[in-house]
């Protein structure tokens, strides 16, 4: 019931910009790729769709993630055992923003969900709304932040639920370093009376050619409450492949 209320939140901000007059639209796909072998056998792959539409009175934003990891290790007589599955998550949110008279002063609509096999959530999702607003934009930098009550659906690995209010807040840097790299710091967190849940992902990228570029990002995921034989951080490094489709 909770994932059919998030996934219904996110194709109803969809269909509430739909009507509207087509306008430019940005997505670019990433792709990451590693194998080790040796004494570990190792293969991980990453994906990741991010979309962005500027309408008149909307501007939106879409993300999609995917993780996922195998290992294969030697046992104490140095023969492989069979591979095991060490990463499995993928994320996905939606953000329309409505755009009051002065454009950059905006009211949001936000909705996610989270499945990290590896965590100690089966599931986590959000809604929430509230005030979202452009500090600035120039040829160099932007700045955005929204801030909003909202309400988490959470399921533990035990299977027992964390439904809560909370308050969402959230923050996105964008500085053009050059004609050709960009760096990008976005962060988020979500407080709740069971959890909290906080967000941020640093970037740079540089164009290798054309709509082509190279990314080096460092993503942390935190939660407050975790089961004894979690870690509260997890933390990825990775190089990736972008590609601007439009």
Known sequence: MKKSLILLALCAAGNAYAADEVKPFTMDGEFGYIATTGNTETSTIKGKLSAHQELDQWSNDFVFEALYKKDKLEDDDGVLQPSETTAQKFFLSGQANYKLENPDHRLFG??????????????QSTIAAGWSQKMW??????????????YSFNETIEDVEQNSFIVRGALDYQWKISDTSTFKQALSTEVGSDNTKSKSETSVSAVISGALSMKVSLIMDHNTDVTDDTEKLDTQTSLTLVYSFF
Do not use: K, L, V
């Not at 969900?113 to 965590?119: E, H, I, K, N």
């Not at 934009?137 to 909202?150: A, L, M």
């Open 110 to 123: 936000f909705a996610s969900y989270s499945d990290d096999r590896f965590s100690s959530y089966n599931y």
């Open 137 to 150: 934009e120039n040829d160099t930098s932007q700045f955005n932040y929204s801030i909003g009550p909202g």
